[in-house]
């Protein structure tokens, strides 16, 4: 799950995480107000979006989204102009790098305290999942597309493994500093800061912690200037808190939906629906759908215990997305057994108006009785007996 940035500068403060004042505005005034509290000669007014290149992005009038309402979703402003420039960014529309052409409504703004900046740096902290251990990663190349770094100047990212079970250490915290080169009081905070980082990164079970970029100022003070944190689901029964943070109108309608049925949905541009049980087989079957010349049109896990009432559920998000027009139903019966899929497949396709060619491959358990039961159903099924076969039928059906 993701949050605003101004969400996680929130649990920043609560573990010493420095980062700027700042207070959240949702009008034009209510900026205005922030603006004049935070008593500084500029201030910065940041649109609060789940994309990045906000900075970089092009604001656009909701009512007519051709027309430009303002250049950029971050503005370094003089603070009696903040009212003005809240006023062309709330209820428009921006569009980034990330989130594609239709872009996403600003609704929320953060007002920060404007500063002299002295260096851009970059850190993140993430799972290595190959070394068993947590990472973090630091750049002296703050501010730029770490993935751009990574790929041209890979020498400018350092990495530090961490062991989980006795956490960052004083050592580790003061290699990290050095290695940004960082001196005197900025040395003493940016180790302060990598220490209350990774605590809150460990405490909040997130999956990621990104901050680009991490800056120091003028008078050595070194502070999280944008907070990326992306939590793991699992983990989100211990902390109703972030789950209340949850921003539904940031997320796609149909995730949102899917979530609410318990179902592994992720909306992707293709034609070719796809519902299967695991998210490893889920992935090859997209995989295979664009060795064969079609594209995916979502992820769909429906999970081990697949029922009659997930493949309905399954079936009414899939059909939500006008895009599709075939569906693939891959099936392995090993916990879920085929037959009952194949009840399911039956009942919600007599119940729903489904127009689009339907085929479906079932193995596993009871996956002989599941064919039987389809072939019986006089319903325009078209069977599949193996992977590539099922791939195949997709993409014909679509051509």
Known sequence: MNIHEYQGKEIFRRYGVAVPSGFVARTPEEAAEAAVKLGTP???????????????????????????????????VKPEQAREVAEKLLGNILVTIQTGEEGKKVSTLLVEE??????????????????????????????????????HQPE????????????????????????LGLEGEAFKNGVKFF???????????CSIAEINPLVVTDDNRVLALDAKLNFDDNALYRHPDVFSMRDVAEEDPLEVEASKSNLNYVKLDGNVGCMVNGAGLAMATMDIIKLAGGEPANFLDVGGGANVETVKNGFRIILSDPNVK????????????????????????????????????????????????????GLNLIPAEGLKDAAQKVTQAIS
């Open 42 to 76: 500029v201030v910065v007014v940041k649109s609060q979006i789940h994309a990045g290149g906000r900075g970089k992005g092009t604001v656009y009038f909701a009512s007519n989204r051709k027309e430009v309402a303002i250049q950029g979703g971050v503005k370094v």
């Open 114 to 151: 404007g500063m002299k900046i002295v260096r851009e740096l970059y850190v993140a902290v993430t799972m290595d999942r190959a070394a068993s251990k947590d990472l973090i990663m630091i750049s002296t190349e703050g501010g730029m597309d770490i993935e751009e770094v990574a790929a």
């Open 156 to 179: 400018k990212i350092v990495k530090e493994h961490v062991d989980p079970r006795v956490g960052l250490q004083g050592f580790q915290a003061r290699k990290l500093s050095y290695a």
């Open 195 to 205: 220490m209350a980082l990774y605590k809150a990164y460990k405490e909040m079970d």
């Open 326 to 377: 075939a569906i693939l139903i891959n099936i392995f019966g090993g916990i879920v057994r085929c037959d009952r899929v194949a009840n399911g497949v039956i009942e919600a396709a007599k119940s729903m108006d489904i127009k689009v060619p339907i085929i479906v491959r079932l193995a596993g358990t009871n996956a002989v009785e599941a064919r039987e039961i389809l072939a019986a159903s």
